[in-house]
């Protein structure tokens, strides 16, 4: 979707989980892909496979769950066809992740340091603890914790959720990764703490060149950050596109509801739009589309096919019949 060849290319990932009512897929058949220096959103409501991508692409998908499907290829090398050592030096060296929760992702019984200096004791065994202290020091300092040295002998539950956070992406950063998977970094935060997040963030990408996926709900987040954006609902990618299309030209009945539930200023409009219903059980899909039961452009033979990405411009991916309807987005409002 961009001329800079991607550092990470997914292609056609599958994740399944075996349970009593049968075999689901919560990835879903996704390919995307992402640059050196540039952001990838993913959003979707919960529930829509954000972060089971995210897990399957760092091969932590937890039993019984396996991905059964596809590559995810990392600066030409295919990650799901690598043995678990040599995974595990790719894991949080080149490729960071944060976690959502702080709080539960950070051990409560360790101090920061000792989190900290374990990261990067796990990729560097012939630095002294001196040297992975003032490695871990200089981490805070680089994500903007006042008095870190204090800091790093502090425990999580001393910290605020803003600065928790912060050690999250500190931690993610520690082997200077060449791609940050982000998972619902700002959740839970308010919004002058999310603010300093994505700032922070967007400078430490410019300091550095590496790739972002930033997976959200908040479309605020993705209009912010994001390069290129893809809309993901029930397993699937429904829309992809760059960030200007996905919010100037939306052309997927899901992402449109998305974008009509944001509140707007300058608009008078006595009500948001609201999307009836519920994503589906993985176990309990409708026939063709999967967003038709909720969908206020569905026509009968939307139940018929199943709908997948087809372009309808350079940069543009939509899987819906309807599109591309120029008048799609009236009718909406």
């Known amino acids: 979707m961009n001329e800079t060849p991607p550092l990470l290319s997914i292609e056609g990932l599958r994740t399944q989980f075996r349970i009593a009512q049968g075999l689901i897929s919560a990835v879903d058949g996704v390919s995307l892909s992402v640059a050196r220096g540039r952001t990838l959103g993913i959003v979707g409501e919960s529930g829509c496979g954000k972060s089971m991508l995210s897990l399957s692409i760092m091969r ?186 996905i919010f100037d030209d939306p052309q997927h009945p899901y992402t449109l509801g998305l974008l009509g539930s944001i509140p707007r200023l300058e608009e008078d409009r006595p009500r948001l739009l609201a999307i009836e219903g519920a994503v589906p059980a993985p176990f309990a899909l409708p026939q063709g589309c999967r967003f038709n039961p909720r969908c206020v452009f569905a026509t009968p033979s939307c139940t018929e096919t199943a709908m997948t990405l087809r372009p309808i411009g350079a940069a543009h991916e939509v899987a819906c019949q309807h599109a591309p309807v120029e008048t799609m987005t009236e009718r909406a409002a």
């Open 60 to 245: 932590l998908v937890p039993p019984p769950g396996r991905t059964t499907e596809g590559r995810v290829m990392f600066d030409g090398t295919d990650l799901l066809g690598l043995d678990a050592a040599a995974m595990r030096r790719i894991r949080g060296n080149r490729i960071g992740m944060i976690f959502q929760e702080p709080m539960t992702s950070l051990n409560p019984s360790f101090t920061v340091g000792d989190q900290l200096i374990e990261a990067m004791r796990a990729h560097d065994r012939t630095s002294s603890k001196e040297a992975l202290r003032a490695k871990a020091i200089a981490g805070l300092d680089r994500v903007r914790i006042p008095s870190a040295a204090r800091r790093l002998d502090e425990y999580p539950h001393q910290l605020s959720g803003g600065m928790r956070q912060r050690v999250m992406i500190a931690m993610a950063l520690s082997c200077d990764p060449d791609l940050l998977i982000a998972d619902e970094p700002t959740t839970a935060l308010d919004v002058t703490v999310q603010a300093q997040i994505l700032d922070l963030l967007r400078d430490l990408q410019e300091q550095s060149g590496m790739a972002i996926i930033l997976i959200t709900h908040d479309l605020g987040v993705v209009a912010e950050m994001a390069d290129e954006v893809a809309v993901m609902y029930a397993g699937q990618v429904v829309e992809r596109a760059t960030g200007v299309d």
